[in-house]
């Protein structure tokens, strides 16, 4: 067999590389195949596991998993507890999507920005620019 030259091998390098992402990117399934089912069952089993190794290694009965509070249609399970506003980790408030009572307090999203524009922004943006 001819020795390559560096410029076949390079070639030949490129085409392996793309072949092998081409390759593996394309056998990655989108979702594997998990429902919202077989995650609720993952969850379960790994709360389970925590709560039987707590008892069994570290001797203490473990309380109630604690479960994250957000937005809630029922007022009282809602994190705003019916009063429309959010008060966040960082001070700021936002509007509860669900008791803000006015529309006009909830953010919009801004595709060109890719954030959320709240009203407080969108007054100061139209006064600055004079409107639209
Ligand atoms: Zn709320």
Redesign the pocket.
């Known amino acids: 067999m001819q020795k390559l030259t560096t410029r076949e091998k390079i070639i030949i390098g490129i085409i392996v590389i793309f072949g092998y992402a081409y390759f593996t990117g394309s056998e990655i399934p989108v979702n594997y195949g998990l429902t919202n089912d077989d995650i609720d069952i993952i969850i379960k089993d790994t709360e389970t596991g925590f709560d039987k190794a707590e008892k069994e290694v570290l001797g203490v009965t473990p309380g109630p998993t604690p479960q994250p509070v957000g937005?809630?249609p029922d007022?009282e399970k809602?994190?705003?507890k019916?009063t429309?506003k959010i008060v966040q980790g960082d001070g700021h408030v936002s509007p509860?999507p669900?008791?803000t009572g006015d529309p006009q307090e909830l953010p919009t999203y801004d595709i060109d920005e890719n954030r959320l524009i709240y009203p407080s922004e969108k007054k100061q943006t139209q006064g600055g620019t004079g409107g639209s």
């Open positions: 937005p809630d007022p809602c994190i705003c019916g429309g509860c669900y008791h």
